[in-house]
């Protein structure tokens, strides 16, 4: 069975979560006509190591859809590189229904990838796509698949994003690129999401746009997503989440060290920034961070300096003075200290 065999709508309870209220709902749901002559085409092209998590999230809303309107709004099939099962991160094997020898009948097309797509280089792979966009199909980009349509030319521009991880080296490779750190951009025939849930946000945004609100506020509630958030927000926690903080004078401080990673600032600076001494600031860290200001700015740094490690080809200098380095050798120990290699053993290797 391939993947497409997924498209037939069901009601047993493999379909999706008990709703004894499935069926008043779909009575109740008045669907906008956009005139189609038959269901929207919806294509995934999954490289090797896809996420797996977003994947689910831009593919299931399209199955939910259909439940949910009791008609076949939406049809999806597969692809991958060779046309031969593709593995996702997690080692689970989907069966695709077509390779790369011929085009992709389809209205979206969405490329999905994962682990660490700056080394993703395809020329065949990324020449298909230019195609694909060529014919008017609607191109996007799910968790590392923003990187493959970025080294394909696709987004020049246009407005897109990616997960945040990968937007430091994205911004290395690709400087002239509109990216942003929202969670998904929609512009004109380019679709773009940072990956894990964000995807079903973007795909509730494109069934919305096609088939009104209603449905797409179904299909949200059917899978618990109880708010469906704008492109605009936040891909990452505040940080007074993040570090479980609500200081306010160090919320500011931690704020300007993370905007300065690349010319650090001096204890007494970020002090002023704060309006405390450095022995109040000092205090603070150690208080809430249990850590030095000093100590928190180089993890902040070296952190940096990993991810550009892992996703771009920038000399070992140039990714030292990028995370805030006076030099190689500086950088050199630093980075041994803290992560127990030298920086040169993180080249070709796959993110986390």
């Known amino acids: 069975m391939t993947a497409s065999d997924?498209?037939?709508?069901?009601?047993?309870?493999?379909?999706?979560?008990?709703?004894?209220?499935?069926?008043?709902?779909?009575?109740?749901?008045?669907?906008?006509?956009?005139?189609?002559?038959?269901?929207?085409?919806?294509?995934?092209?999954?490289?090797?190591?896809?996420?797996?998590?977003?994947?689910?999230?831009?593919?299931?809303?399209?199955?939910?859809?259909?439940?949910?309107?009791?008609?076949?709004?939406y049809r999806w099939r597969h692809a991958s590189p060779d046309g031969q099962p593709v593995l996702a991160s997690n080692r689970v094997a989907i069966l695709p229904?077509?390779?790369?020898?011929?085009?992709?009948?389809?209205?979206?097309?969405?490329?999905?990838?994962?682990?660490?797509?700056?080394?993703?280089?395809?020329?065949?792979?990324?020449?298909?796509?230019?195609?694909?966009?060529?014919?008017?199909?609607?191109?996007?980009g799910v968790s590392g698949g923003p990187f493959v349509l970025a080294r394909a030319g696709l987004l020049a521009g246009h407005r897109c994003t990616a997960?945040?991880?990968?937007?430091?080296?994205?911004?290395?490779?690709?400087?002239?690129?509109?990216?942003?750190?929202?969670?998904?951009?929609?512009?004109?025939?380019?679709?773009?999401?940072?990956?894990?849930?964000?995807?079903?946000?973007?795909?509730?945004a494109l069934i919305a746009a096609e088939y009104g609100r209603p449905l797409a506020s179904a299909v949200s509630e059917w899978f618990l997503h109880t708010r469906v958030r704008d492109s605009g927000e936040s891909q990452r926690m505040s940080l007074r989440e993040r570090y479980a903080v609500g200081h306010p004078t160090l919320l500011a401080v931690l704020a300007r060290m993370e905007a300065t990673l690349e010319e650090p600032l001096a204890r007494e600076a970020l002090a002023a920034e704060g309006g405390v001494s450095v022995r109040q600031l000092e205090r603070l860290f150690r208080a809430h961070l249990g850590r030095t200001i000093g100590s928190h700015y180089l993890a902040?740094?070296?952190?940096?300096?990993?991810?550009?490690?892992?996703?771009?080809?920038?000399?070992?200098?140039?990714?030292?003075?990028?995370?805030?380095?006076?030099?190689?050798?500086?950088?050199?120990?630093?980075?041994?200290?803290?992560?127990?290699?030298?920086?040169?053993?993180?080249?070709?290797?796959?993110?986390?």
């Open 6 to 73: 997924a498209n037939l709508p069901t009601r047993d309870h493999r379909s999706g979560p008990p709703d004894p209220r499935a069926e008043q709902g779909r009575a109740a749901l008045v669907l906008r006509d956009r005139g189609r002559a038959g269901p929207r085409r919806i294509g995934f092209l999954l490289l090797p190591g896809f996420a797996l998590m977003a994947y689910g999230c831009a593919m299931e809303p399209y199955r939910a859809a259909n439940e949910l309107a009791g008609q076949e709004l």
């Open 163 to 204: 997960h945040w991880e990968y937007i430091p080296a994205m911004a290395e490779h690709f400087p002239d690129l509109a990216l942003t750190r929202n969670i998904y951009e929609i512009d004109r025939h380019r679709c773009t999401s940072s990956g894990g849930t964000a995807a079903l946000d973007m795909m509730l």
């Open 300 to 352: 902040l740094r070296l952190d940096r300096a990993r991810a550009l490690l892992r996703q771009t080809t920038l000399p070992v200098l140039q990714v030292a003075m990028a995370s805030g380095f006076a030099s190689a050798a500086h950088f050199s120990r630093a980075y041994r200290a803290r992560f127990g290699q030298p920086p040169s053993s993180e080249r070709g290797r796959v993110a986390a």
């Open 97 to 140: 229904d077509q390779g790369l020898e011929r085009p992709m009948e389809v209205d979206d097309l969405f490329v999905c990838a994962g682990g660490n797509p700056a080394v993703f280089d395809d020329p065949a792979l990324l020449s298909w796509l230019r195609a694909q966009a060529a014919r008017g199909v609607r191109i996007g």
